[in-house]
């Protein structure tokens, strides 16, 4: 019999939403990793010199190593008392009293590297939230200078230097055939257990005033190296290697082999995440916990 999912109000816990930014570039990605540096093992780190004990998060959307976020959003649960104890007696309210000591907290754990984390805004979420699965979509965004645009040094670590000039139309004619619900396996690293079917909402390629051409990338979620397979293959586009409509027929195809090519993490940010109002929390939540049992399990329509 399965168990129920009960809600953390229901477990008499308080769920704490974090707005966190990083530079992904010292980092093996997100999610913990024994024997690595990750954002989400220094994160928890500096909760558990707060609370006296290991806190677990869970993050909206979990980056490849060197990714950065502007917009990522995680959460914990609390209990009452460690909620109403954050302030230490002090006349704060309990997000701004979180806010600053986990700041604090993170100059300890991070050394030489403060300043790469930061959590931006601190909250109680409203009932039924969920930073992973009362999620409507996130958005990427992805930099890159092809050959004939200008290169700023102060800005390497955030841009694709790219050898070769690029037509933007032509990339963009190949992403607009990608638009909508579709299996991605083509242009995924599947996980086990996890369907690589997925709303594809935005995916478009502009040259700034600059010259410096920027990606915008926007789904409901994303699979485990989906956006870097997916500008990798724009990439080739761009470059005539091939014609606007090879991306569509690979997703057709479901085909992965040599021309699989993952384009550089350094100038993929995480940009934001959008969740519907207060009210739809709940609902959007559970709507996506039953896709995506539906989607891992065989047989099963979606």
């Not at 917009?71 to 701004?96: C, F």
Request: hydrophobic share 40%; glycine share 10%.
């Amino acid at each position: 019999m399965q168990t129920p999912h009960l809600s953390p109000e229901e477990r008499g816990l308080v769920r704490i939403r974090l707005d966190i930014a990083y530079d992904g570039g010292p980092f093996s990605g997100w999610a913990v990793q024994p024997g690595r540096r990750t954002v989400q093992g220094e994160l928890e780190a500096a909760l558990a010199l707060i609370l006296r004990r290991q806190a677990r998060l869970t993050v909206a959307g979990r980056t490849d190593a060197g990714v950065h976020a502007r917009g990522q959003v995680a959460h914990l649960d609390l209990t009452r008392e460690e909620w109403d104890g954050i302030s230490r007696g002090h006349a704060v309210e309990p997000s701004l009293a979180l806010h600053r000591r986990i700041n604090g907290a993170l100059g300890r754990i991070l050394g030489d590297l403060t300043g790469a984390v930061q959590v931006q805004a601190v909250a109680a979420a409203p009932e039924g939230f969920d930073a992973r699965f009362s999620a409507l979509w996130r958005r990427y965004s992805y930099l890159i200078a092809d050959g004939s645009t200008r290169r700023d040094p102060l800005a390497r670590a955030q841009t694709l230097w790219f050898n070769h000039d690029l037509d933007v139309a032509a990339m963009n004619a190949g992403a607009a055939e990608l638009l909508g619900l579709g299996d991605f396996k083509a242009f995924a690293k599947p996980r086990e257990g996890s369907t690589t079917i997925r709303t594809l909402q935005r995916f478009d390629f502009t040259r700034q005033d600059d010259g410096v051409i920027k990606l915008n990338i926007k789904a409901d979620a994303f699979c485990h190296n989906m956006v870097r397979a997916l500008t990798g293959a724009a990439l080739r586009v761009g470059r005539g290697v091939e014609g606007p409509h090879w991306m569509r027929e690979r997703q057709l195809a479901g085909v992965r082999d040599a021309k699989s090519v993952l384009a550089s993490a350094h100038p993929l940010v995480f940009e934001e995440v959008r969740y519907p109002d207060a009210a739809g929390l709940h609902e959007r939540a559970a709507l996506t916990r039953a896709r995506r049992v539906a989607a891992d399990t065989p047989g099963t329509p979606l």
